[in-house]
């Protein structure tokens, strides 16, 4: 079975209700032509790092698609957001977190003892 955004957008809906009657259309087109932008990226450009033809990419913006799960997370990808970003109309309004960083931490080891060491015959 083949999702599409509009369906995406129920199931969303039914997940988080304080997203519910904002049209998915509308939110993707908005929030594709602006991050688009933000990354300083053509439609041609877009299309072409998710490969389908620029047309493509000028219908999401003008809210005039229906685009499939895959197409979402292939858009997604290539603007560097998670895939219910683009249908979040809050989403680019609210601020950014800071980039999680990577850091060291020792994992405990999965060895157990079974009982305490006895004293070592030189002691």
């Known amino acids: 079975m083949t999702l599409r955004a509009n369906e995406f957008a129920r199931r969303l809906e039914a997940e988080f209700p304080e997203i519910a009657g904002i049209d ?3 939110a993707l087109a908005s929030n594709v032509d602006r991050l688009r932008k ?6 041609e ?17 003008r809210g005039e698609s229906n685009p499939r799960l895959d197409t979402l997370e292939k858009l997604a990808g290539a603007l560097g957001v998670p ?14 977190e800071p980039p999680a960083t990577a850091e060291y931490r020792r994992t405990p080891s999965r060895v157990r003892r079974v ?9």
């Not at 933000?38 to 439609?43: F, K, N, S, V």
């Not at 450009?45 to 913006?61: D, K, S």
């Not at 219910?84 to 601020?95: C, K, M, S």
Request: hydrophobic letters at 35%; one cysteine or more.
């Open 24 to 26: 998915p259309s509308c």
């Open 38 to 43: 933000d990354r300083g990226l053509t439609q």
């Open 45 to 61: 450009l877009l299309a072409e790092a998710i490969g389908v033809r620029p047309p493509r990419i000028a219908a999401v913006e």
């Open 83 to 96: 895939v219910h970003a683009l249908l979040d109309p809050d989403y680019l309004d609210r601020p950014e």
């Open 115 to 123: 009982a305490e060491p006895g004293p070592r015959p030189s002691e």
